[in-house]
């Protein structure tokens, strides 16, 4: 069974989204999906760059009313 | 080539540090390995609470530059070296630590904070895994 892991990021600022994420990735088992909120805009472009370079699953980047959401699979 | 970053820290400076973790926690989080050559100036920070002692590179003004400087990063919600070292480790980020200069500059291993410490080394091993790293920087 697939777990869904929150990481709340918002009000972070660099490197702290980009960080907590991969803390989140290394816990997390095959089939798991991490959900990423923050509002640190430079991030909300970093993190799918991170996903690529670990070859996850990008499944979808999305803006809320005052911070984004990402969502990965494991 | 591994998919590796290799820095030397030389610097104590604080604003120095500052740059170290967030470019080597940053590449930890890009998945990559990641190895902090500490050495010189850079070393005395890892001596046992003197982590963010160090003065701004720039603009110090006796320290009163930094205590803005530090105020305005507080603002910005900037997590602090020490915070910035444990995602460090947690992540898997390896420290070495150079034994000349400890030898120089009369430094043990009970002056140092040696759980953070993976290996005391020389420069033999920082060319062995610099060689094989995309990305080398001397800060």
Known sequence: MANEIKVDCVGENCPVPLVETRKAVRKAEKGDIIVVQGDHSASKKEIPMAVEAMDLELLSIEDKNDHWQIKIKV | ?139
Do not use: H
Request: proline share 1%; charged share 30%.
């Open chain 2, 1 to 139: 080539m591994e998919d590796k970053a290799t820095l030397i820290v030389e610097s104590g400076d604080y604003d120095k540090l500052y740059s170290a973790f967030i470019i080597g926690n940053g590449a930890l989080s890009m998945g990559m390995d990641v190895s902090m050559y500490f050495t010189f100036w850079g070393l005395e920070r890892l001596k046992k609470g003197q982590l963010d002692k160090g003065p701004l590179s720039k603009m110090n003004f006796l320290g009163l530059g930094k205590l803005y400087m530090k105020y305005k990063m507080k603002k910005a919600n900037v997590r602090s070296l020490e915070d910035m070292l444990q995602d460090y480790v947690e992540l898997g980020g390896k420290i070495f630590a150079c034994d000349m200069t400890m030898e120089i500059m009369g430094i043990t291993k009970e002056d140092l904070r040696d759980e953070v410490i993976t290996e005391y080394c020389a420069v033999g091993t920082y060319i062995k895994e610099a060689r094989d790293s995309e990305i080398t920087l001397y800060i």
